[in-house]
């Protein structure tokens, strides 16, 4: 099918631009930078816009949306942003809807049927959902007036959050030669913004960069010993009387700690995390944003694209892994302009939980060499899961992805695009009726199709490969004949099992170099995560302005102290010293333990960085398959260096 063609670039006087400003969204005058940036995509030009937390990024883009011929595509990695700015542009009048896993098949279907007939102007969706065949057929016949891809720093692999899905949207967005984009982004340092405006070909003149300095935000650092620090944040809170605050953290125990001490010390504070049902994360998120709940103690997945400009205080519990996280976090505050308070309480005996995760992402030689030779093995076009995949080699679904990913940038593998592997089909009648209609050859074909099934009590699940072995046909003539089915009313069909199909690139590649690269790769990448978790230990020891270090990190140079920090407020010359207790030791009884579990021979534990991952507490696929986060010895070690547990572990597994 043929793509609608790209709209030209649009003839949109500035008096529509302010007049819709003001009627729609409510606003007298734009922020700084943001009028830039809405004339240079309503010229038709593609276009960066790297503004800190708060300074207005979403107006950007949901502007032109209004004035626009065609649809606004939104790219999120985060679900929070959808929900708020869907329903807040909703509140507006604004035809919006979201595409994400919180939506059932039915809703799901609805957004898209809709979307096909043209009736979205923006549409907020996840970068997976491109490899979702449903989404993909339904977007080649909409035409897409803006394509913004919001947390942009996700494509860079030097950036502190890279996600490998996000390196396809510049490939996707030239493939249906979308003119209009708008990288949206708050924490990129040069770097990073170079490389995305190469990936989305943006020239200097159409790249936007606002000020980082938060003048109105009072950032603060407290060292402490961690046994100090519950009774400094409840001290702080209760002292300063900072309402609305949020608490961030780094693992969900905490949370539920930290939350449950609060709530004790008669504060109105809730948790928040990814372990929550999504039902109780709303409500939580909901009562915030209501001012219900005067406290959020949450994890990282907290805040991304929650519009509260009333937030009066940040604080980190924890060490942030990043810089590029601090300064977006702390940006939630103080939106309104009023003062807000940043304070990090930093101890070092958070550095041994956050360094034993950047190690634990890293998956084992043996896992990549087994991923690799089974690719390998799958002949010139084949399907697979990543999901399944993920399961069978033990390695998280993300590094999954970058595998995948460098594999089609090598050339190895080529990318055709999302299949379902089964079909879920219902009956409007019986099978014998339906089959009835048709002629007798064409019944043969049929009966055999329906056969290969399984018959369920909630319908037939249908798998194409086993149907294509049935009846001997191709796949296309399957999907084909369910849809046409489907069409005329015989049955309804639920689509099931994504798959990703692909072709091999280039051949005669050995396993053993393609797995020594993947291991450098990752190698690479552990070590520039704990470059970047220095560099916040680094900035929290620093005698110096905060303000004037944290803005020089991406690039922007401060005149003359902030004069509100820690430092400015307490000058000193000698660097902070940030409070450490001592790292424990493997004990005979940890040893003992570890031949206990050695000694069960499980599966998932078979290697000693996989065995090592679970002594420290962190999850795999294996792990979570097996149910061991139960078992009694799951983060025993969690206190321990990984590369500590890890010698360990090889020595013994050896012997």
């Known amino acids: 099918m043929p793509m609608p063609p790209q709209p030209p670039p649009a003839v949109i006087p500035r008096e529509s631009v302010l007049a819709c400003l003001r009627e729609t969204f409510g606003h007298a005058t734009f922020r700084d930078g943001q009028e830039k940036v809405i004339h240079s995509l309503l010229d038709g030009h593609a276009t960066m816009a790297i503004f800190p937390t708060g300074a207005g990024k979403s107006l950007c883009y949901q502007l032109p949306a209004v004035l626009l011929d065609g649809m606004t595509l939104v790219v999120s990695p985060l679900l929070a942003l959808m ?5 807040s542009l909703q509140r507006r009048g604004i035809a919006v809807a979201r595409l994400d896993s919180t939506l059932n098949p039915e809703e799901g279907a609805a957004v898209l049927e809709k979307m096909g007939q043209g009736e979205w102007k923006i549409l907020f969706v996840a970068p997976e959902r491109f490899g979702n065949p449903l989404f993909v057929k339904e977007l080649r016949r909409t035409r897409v007036s803006l394509f913004v891809v919001d947390e942009a720093h996700c494509i860079s692999e030097w950036g502190h959050n890279f996600r490998p899905d ?41 790249r936007f960069t606002n000020s980082f300095v938060r003048s109105n935000l009072a950032l603060q650092i407290t060292p402490c010993k961690a046994a100090d620090r519950l009774e400094l944040l409840t001290e702080s809170l209760r002292t300063k009387a900072l309402t609305p605050a949020i608490v961030y953290v780094t693992q969900q125990l905490t949370a539920e ?28 998120q909901d009562a915030f944003m209501q001012g219900r709940t005067d406290i959020i103690v949450a994890t990282i997945a907290f805040g991304m694209g929650i519009d509260k400009a009333n937030i009066r205080a940040v604080y980190h519990f924890n ?45 084992t030689p043996q896992a990549l060499r087994q991923l690799v030779d089974a690719l390998l093995r799958l002949g010139t076009e084949f399907e697979v899961s990543h999901y399944d995949l993920s399961r069978a080699n033990d390695v998280r679904t993300a590094v999954l992805e970058t595998v995948f990913t460098y594999l089609e940038i090598a050339g190895i593998l080529l990318p055709q695009g999302p299949q379902h592997s089964e079909f879920l089909v219902k009956f409007s009648r019986s099978a014998d009726s339906t089959l009835s209609g048709f002629p007798i050859k064409q019944r043969s074909f049929l009966r055999k199709l ?80 704990r470059e970047r978790l220095q560099q916040v230990v680094d900035f929290a020891a620093d005698p110096r302005c905060l303000t004037k270090r944290l803005v020089g990190y991406f690039g922007e140079k401060l ?9 400015c407020l307490h000058p000193g010359r000698k660097p902070r010293r940030i409070p450490s207790s001592p790292i424990p030791g493997i004990t005979t009884a940890d040893v003992a333990g570890i031949q206990e579990i050695i000694a069960e021979k499980q599966p998932a534990l078979s290697s000693a960085r996989a065995l090592t991952r679970f002594l420290c507490g962190i999850t795999s696929p294996a792990i979570l398959r097996d149910k061991l986060t139960r078992h009694h010895h799951f983060g025993c070690l969690g206190a ?11 020595t013994m597994i050896l012997r």
């Open 83 to 87: 929900k708020d700015q869907a329903e």
């Open 166 to 206: 996000y390196l396809r949207l510049a490939s996707i967005a030239r493939r249906y030669k979308w003119r209009r984009v708008l990288a949206l982004t708050a924490t990129a340092v040069p770097q990073v913004a170079k490389e995305i405006a190469g990936t989305f070909r943006i020239t200097k003149h159409h």
């Open 257 to 284: 700690m930290v939350g449950t001490h609060l709530q004790r010390s008669g504060f109105s504070a809730q948790a928040y995390h990814a372990g929550l049902p999504a039902e109780h994360r709303s409500e939580v």
């Open 319 to 363: 060490l942030p892994k990043t810089l590029e996280n601090y300064q977006q976090e702390i940006g939630r505050s103080g939106r309104d302009g009023n003062p807000a308070h940043c304070e990090m309480f930093a101890c070092g005996d958070d550095l041994t939980v956050l360094r034993n995760f950047i190690h634990g992402d890293t998956p």
């Open 450 to 529: 329906f056969a290969s099934g399984d018959q369920k009590w909630y319908g037939l699940r249908l798998s194409v490969a086993d149907a294509m072995e049935a009846t001997g046909v191709r796949r296309q003539r399957i999907v084909e004949t369910l849809q046409e089915l489907a069409a005329a009313g015989e049955i309804s069909l639920q689509p099931r099992r994504v798959q990703q199909l692909y072709q091999r690139g280039e051949t005669g590649v050995e396993v053993e170099s393609v797995v020594t690269g993947l291991q450098t790769l990752f190698a690479n990448r552990e070590a520039r995560d």
């Open 559 to 567: 005149a003359k102290p902030c004069g509100t920090c820690s430092s």
């Open 640 to 650: 321990v260096p990984f590369q500590e547990v890890l010698n360990h572990t090889e």
